[in-house]
């Protein structure tokens, strides 16, 4: 079946580390994003990549890294310079010219301890 | 700025009763999405509104966009349990020199009382 696979689904941290999320889909989109989502709030971009070799930043990139090699496959990063990490991640995909219509991955969350 | 506010924010409902929740948004847009989330889980999409006067139903839920009020509703009809959840509205701007941007409400949390 099509779907977006987000892993590890549960995660946890010592500050001071990198710690790298899967995101990959099959459903031969084009664009991918990444998500982060605090209890009570909105979800807010990361980063989102529209083509493979290319992505731009979202509204709250600091502390974060990702990469587009392949089409299938936009991981993420989270350096030891983000300041508060712990959050649920999600990372979603579209056809190109339907940017508002998301498919989400179950989600990623990454606890520091 | 772009902004999308929802309101209420949480929504305790009896079962079998009626309610709205509504979707507003900064500036003009004829793109809207309503996804929804269940606890500690991922968002699924509900309703795709593509144009002025857009209504879309989808069995006890009813989605509208009125674009010159740069409102959406989302209209929950004779309320049941399976539906307690996170509603989010999605607004799709176009910026000239930034290409499209999606930017999501706060969400509103709704739970269904028996």
């Known amino acids: 079946d099509g779907g977006i696979t987000q892993s590890p689904k549960y995660l946890f941290r010592k500050e001071g580390q990198n710690v790298t999320l899967s995101c990959e889909q099959n459903l031969n989109h084009d664009a991918m994003y990444w998500y982060r989502q605090d209890p009570g709030q909105g979800l807010r971009l990361i980063y989102y990549?529209?083509?493979?070799?290319?992505?731009q930043k979202g509204d709250i990139a600091e502390g974060y890294s990702v990469s587009r090699e392949k089409k299938e496959s936009f991981p993420l990063t989270v350096t030891s310079a983000q300041k508060n990490p712990t959050a649920f991640y999600l990372c979603?995909?579209?056809?190109?010219?339907?940017?508002?219509?998301?498919?989400f991955g179950e989600g990623s969350r990454l606890t520091v301890l | 700025e772009l902004k999308v506010e929802q309101n209420p924010l949480f929504l305790s409902m009896q079962e079998g009763k009626n309610y709205t929740i509504y979707c507003n948004y900064s500036t003009t847009s004829d793109r809207l999405y309503w996804y929804r989330q269940d606890p500690g889980k991922s968002l699924e999409s509900l309703f795709v509104l593509l144009s002025n006067g857009a209504v879309k139903q989808e069995g006890r839920l009813m989605a509208s966009l009125d674009t010159k009020a740069r409102l959406s509703t989302l209209h929950i009809t004779a309320a049941v349990h399976d539906l307690s959840a996170t509603y989010f509205c999605?607004?799709?701007?176009?910026?000239?020199?930034?290409?499209?941007?999606?930017?999501f409400g706060a969400g509103t949390i709704l739970r269904v009382k028996s």
């Open positions: 990549s529209q083509i493979v070799n290319d992505f």
């Open positions: 999605a607004v799709d701007f176009r910026l000239l020199e930034y290409g499209n941007k999606l930017v």
């Open positions: 979603a995909s579209s056809p190109r010219r339907r940017t508002g219509e998301l498919f």
